[in-house]
């Protein structure tokens, strides 16, 4: 009889192939032979599959031993195992210490239900408080031998350092523009490249950037800087996105209140009013969160194409993200004689204006005064049509 081949125990990590730092790093802490550290910290671009490979290896790590790891796996995958708790920001714009005082700090003194482990996933910490990461610390410093965290951050270098510096680090590499070109699956490749490609290396972006409202967002964006390269900003053109942004936070909105109504069922009803508060109110934070987060994308691809309106300045076409746009992009490049020092100001000035969006400013006027302030910067000359 030939010799078997012992299983390769990364096997139950689906994708981690395609990030050879995060396989070599979790490979050593796989059961059953593996030694798992205490805590991880997951960093790489939104849209690398961070998520899914921290749920499967939570799953690896509860089902060792178990009579059947399969059942586990799928609690897991459904969020319904005692064991794990996913912990996910509830502050508009930060995670609260409560996100972390009850469901982590506390539970983690507790011993497991019924596997031989407890983990806990935290998403987002590069927007804990210093609240929060200081009840945090004592946890990640000596947390019992039953417990492991995995930190996931879409940016590391946000993540305070006493947080940072207690995980082992798993990196997740942002996926090339080409492959990500080829998911999509579009018709059009230039189209798709162009989304591969302003996406930044999130594989979930450029799909969103793909779709009928990504299509409308990007439009938005482009629309805010071009009416300033054509004096048109009397056109209003932030109103749309103001309410393309309304949009998303309702949906989100919705989303939340049937997932809260399912939720009410199962709990006692002297805990449901108190539960129904709670939720109301982080409701609320997430309709805020996911307006500004639909602003500031919208925002960020403003960015991108006077970027690529710099890039033709510069001659170097090559470096164009939006491919599908290229005949609009050496229209407004020829706009500006070539000159790209406007373009560098704009980039700016719109960076500005994504970082004032964060601390709860008027929407609509800090858009408002950004397209004017743009309109001021880029519009060369009169303009047909424009006002006086």
Known sequence: MGTLTPADPTDALPGIDAHPHARAVLAGGLPPGGEPSHAYLFHGPAG????????????ALLADGAEDPAQVAERVARGSHPDLTWVTPSGAAEMLVADIEQPVVAAAARTPFESSRRVFVIESVDTMNDQAANRMLKTLEEPPAFVHLLLLSDRREDVLATIASRCQHVRFDPLPPARMAERLQLSDPERASACA????????????????????????????????????????????????????????????????????????????????REGLEARRRGERRMRTQTLDLALRLAELWLRDVLCICEGAPELVYAVDRRSELEHDAAEQNGDGARAREGIELIAQTRLSLQLNVSEELALEALAYRLESLLAIGPRLGSSP
């Not at 990504?214 to 009397?234: I, P, Q």
């Open 48 to 59: 690398t599959g961070k998520r899914a490979i921290a749920r499967a290896f939570a799953a």
């Open 197 to 276: 490609a302003l996406a930044l290396g999130d594989a979930n972006l450029a799909a969103r950037l793909s779709s009928e409202e990504g299509a409308a967002l990007r439009s938005a964006g482009e629309d805010l800087v071009r009416s300033a390269l054509a004096g048109t900003t009397d056109r209003r053109p932030w109103v749309g996105l103001l309410a393309m942004a309304r949009a998303a936070a309702s949906a989100a909105g919705e989303e939340a209140q049937e997932r809260m109504a399912g939720e009410l069922e199962l709990l006692p009803a002297k805990e449901r009013k108190r539960y129904e």
